[in-house]
């Protein structure tokens, strides 16, 4: 498997770090992670893609990764959505929008408010318009709950395992190191500015179910909702609304999985998503 190659795109005054993976003249694909994660959450898929012939370009959102942090603290979705248009239009031809959580309603307001389509197709992951309020609560909980960091990669390898108990526990803690930042002060912070959480234009503010139905309902390309049967945020009565709200969408649900489908049971997540990318949205 080759290495990815590690590319950088402009959105306004924000570089945007990239892992792309496989040829650039490929039909390109671009994958967006949800908040608080980095662009290796989509290792997987993203190299499953390109062995595919794809072209998958997996990007660490603005104020996460490598990422410049927003200088004015701007962490709204309409921000998130101009930056999902703006490299998607730096990739050589309408990609195929993959997002997960955040980078779903990122990928949502971005091709479901377009005046033209500009994707080839749209996956949405574990992210519908309507959702359940005690699971985000549980997202803002645990990404707000350690401020000052972790003295140590075991104590938030504590942390992750209390938040996902029902996913295998890894022997070896060093493959937190990508989504942890040292810091001076000799700290381990998580990979994101604070402000997504805290700031006046956070993540979670002003969300608005009717704007992102509208938005739904203006998708008009292949979709493909995929959800986690275990998801505590997208329940089955939220899946079925989206459905009705985009009647040509296909639908997946992923066994065993959370509301992080794609590292709970990444194999068959990817599996789903390659197969409707071949065959379902061609």
Do not use: C
């Amino acid at each position: 498997m080759r290495r990815p190659r590690r590319v950088s795109f402009r959105a306004g005054a924000l570089e945007l770090v990239a892992d792309a993976h496989g040829d650039p003249s490929a039909p390109p694909v671009l994958l967006l992670h949800g908040g608080g994660q980095t662009r290796g959450a989509w290792g997987g898929t993203a190299a499953a893609l390109a062995e595919r012939g794809f072209h998958a370009v997996a990007l660490d959102l603005r104020g996460h990764g490598e990422s410049a942090w927003a200088p004015d603290g701007d962490y709204t979705v309409d921000a998130f959505a101009a930056d999902v248009r703006a490299v998607a239009a730096d990739l050589g031809g309408p990609p195929a929008l993959i997002g997960a959580s955040l980078g779903g309603l990122a990928v949502l307001i971005a091709e479901g408010e377009a005046a033209t389509p500009g994707a080839s197709a749209v996956v949405l992951v574990d992210i519908t318009p309507r959702v359940q309020p005690e699971g985000v609560g549980r997202i803002v909980t645990f990404m707000t709950s350690h401020p000052d960091g972790f003295a140590t990669l075991e104590e938030a390898a504590e942390a992750v395992a209390a938040y996902v108990p029902h996913r295998p526990r890894p022997k070896d803690t060093a493959g937190l190191k990508k989504n942890l930042r040292l810091d001076p002060d000799g700290r381990y912070r998580w990979h994101w500015d604070p402000r997504l959480m805290t700031g006046e234009q956070r993540i979670n503010a002003r969300r608005d179910p009717e704007r992102l139905d509208r938005a739904a309902r203006g998708l008009r390309v292949p979709t493909l909702l995929v959800r986690g049967r275990m998801s505590d945020v997208v329940a089955e009565e939220d899946a079925r609304h989206f459905l009705a709200l985009v009647p040509h969408a296909r639908y997946v649900d992923v066994s065993d999985a959370g509301h992080m489908v794609a590292g709970d049971r990444n194999d068959p997540f990817t599996g789903a998503v390659v197969e409707f990318l071949t065959r379902g949205a061609g």
